[in-house]
């Protein structure tokens, strides 16, 4: 039998297509869904975090979207991104929008673009400079991204976020100023009315209720024996192992040795807040905020997605791992901020509020993390024990990426056993 640790989209998918198969998926929460949870509550609709979609596979979206289109249960939406410059909004991404800024600065970033000579940078602060310049990386990125990541930039690999980085060549920078293309992997979205649970739900749908054991937690693993213990006492006997954890935590389960410095990561303190009416900002989807003096880095506007009148945000602070956060202690800051930078008015009321730390959120990558992961990776494999997931995995990735690594994992386990593993829709 496989058991699956963690029923966040990765453990689902990968349950998914071993359906035929004995698993047991074991979750520590009440409700299934890891990340991709929504709360529903006052006529408002709020995940864990902003989660949008943007499918490259048809075969997945196919999967996820099932039955949802038909029923007119999503939105098809044209991204609206920006990001608050001092006094002004500039079009995301910064660099390829300088012409927007303030005469001088507009020179200031277009000199240091040109003065640029690509080095070899060996991290992620020194690629944001050998790339962009002095001007761009100074007035948008590095101030951002610490925000986001709440460490020295220098600590990350330069790859730290993999495809999702907005890369820019020289040539693209000069077109767009005439015209416009701030195309991106994620430039249109889709995202259903009831929130990103739906997916979730459209999964769930296809496996056992009587293969999942919620309020359960994983409290250790024992390699030689295959059996995990569970935080009931319970002892669950295993042939192969799926975590879904993060990874330093599999590595603690395990009793394995390894170095703590090695791994990085960040909180995300999310506010998900509903007011009474409509505020000022009618179209935007997102905004980034790199302004040290304000105390989040992104809000996102979920009624402009949806279409709802009456203003519903999620916003969101970086902290460091060892950050004791108190979410209460944050509510009066981030409300006043929200103020100063013209997101809400005097005369809007907070209707409901939710909030909720996301810890790990975002990982830090190294060259050493990924040398780490990889090595322990293989050694847990050869006791029948394969790590996946964004956390599972240790990187940067979406939901999509997550369900391929799942399908990969059933496909290669599959085969392995001689057996045929095909999944889709019409599977039903
Ligand atoms: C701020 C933010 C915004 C994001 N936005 C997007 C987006 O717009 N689009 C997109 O595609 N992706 C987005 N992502 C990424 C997406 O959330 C993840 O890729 C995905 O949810 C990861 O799923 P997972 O199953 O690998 O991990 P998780 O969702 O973390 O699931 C792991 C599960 O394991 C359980 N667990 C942990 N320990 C134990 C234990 N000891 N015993 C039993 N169970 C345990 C947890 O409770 C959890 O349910 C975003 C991520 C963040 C942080």
């Given at each position: 039998m496989d058991i699956i640790i963690g029923g966040g989209i990765t453990g689902l998918s990968y349950a998914m297509y071993n359906a035929q198969g004995e698993y047991l998926i074991i979750e520590k929460?009440?409700?299934?869904?890891?990340?991709?949870r929504t709360l529903r509550r006052n006529g408002f609709v709020w995940d864990f975090s902003g989660h949008f979609f943007h499918f490259q596979d048809a075969g997945i979206k196919e999967l996820l979207m099932c039955g949802l289109e038909s029923e007119n249960q999503v939105v098809k939406v044209e991204k609206d991104t920006k990001i608050k410059y001092k006094d002004r909004y500039v079009d995301f991404p910064f660099q390829k929008n300088?012409?927007?800024?303030?005469k001088d600065e507009f020179i200031d970033c277009l000199v240091d673009l040109f003065d640029v000579r690509e080095t070899e940078s060996h991290n992620f602060k020194e690629m944001l400079y050998c790339k962009f310049g002095k001007s761009i990386a100074e007035k948008f990125l590095i101030p951002y991204n610490e925000k986001l990541y709440?460490?020295?930039?220098?600590?990350?690999?330069?790859?730290?976020m993999g495809r999702f980085f907005p890369y820019a060549e020289k040539e693209e920078i000069i077109k767009n100023f005439r015209v416009k293309d701030n195309s991106s992997y994620n430039g249109s979205f889709v995202y259903p009315k009831n929130g990103a649970i739906e997916y979730v739900n459209n999964i769930c749908r296809?496996?056992?209720?009587?293969?999942f054991k919620t309020?359960?937690?994983?409290?250790?693993?024992d390699p030689n024996k295959k059996e995990v213990v569970i935080d009931t006492g319970e002892v669950l006997a295993y042939d192969r192992l799926i975590s879904t954890v993060p990874f330093p935590k599999l590595l603690n389960l395990c009793g394995l040795n390894y170095n703590e410095s090695v791994y990085n990561w960040n909180q995300v303190l999310v506010f998900n807040m509903g007011f009474d009416k409509k505020g000022?900002?009618?179209?935007?989807h997102w905004i980034y905020y790199p302004?040290?003096?304000?105390?989040?880095?992104r809000v996102g506007f979920y009624d402009n997605i949806l279409q709802q009148d009456r203003t519903s945000l999620y916003v969101e602070l970086g902290f460091d791992k060892n950050a004791d956060i108190d979410p209460d202690k944050w509510l009066a800051p981030v409300l006043h901020d929200l103020k100063e930078v013209g997101?809400?008015?005097?005369?809007?009321?907070?209707v409901d509020y939710q909030s909720l730390i996301m810890?790990?959120?975002y990982v830090h990558i190294t060259e050493q993390s990924q040398k780490d992961v990889k090595e322990k990776k293989a050694l847990l494999a050869k006791y029948d024990i394969y790590s996946i997931g964004r956390y599972g995995s240790w990187t940067y990735c979406s939901i999509e990426d997550n369900i391929k690594e799942a399908k990969g994992l059933s496909e290669t386990l599959r085969l392995h056993d001689g057996e045929d593993n095909q999944y889709n829709c019409s599977n039903l």
């Open positions: 929460e009440t409700e299934l869904g890891g990340y991709c300088i012409h927007q800024l303030p709440a460490c020295d930039l220098n600590s990350l690999d330069k790859d730290a296809r496996l056992d209720i009587n293969k309020n359960a937690s994983v409290v250790s693993i000022p900002n009618t179209t935007s302004d040290k003096k304000i105390c989040f880095y997101c809400i008015t005097d005369d809007m009321r907070l810890d790990p959120a």
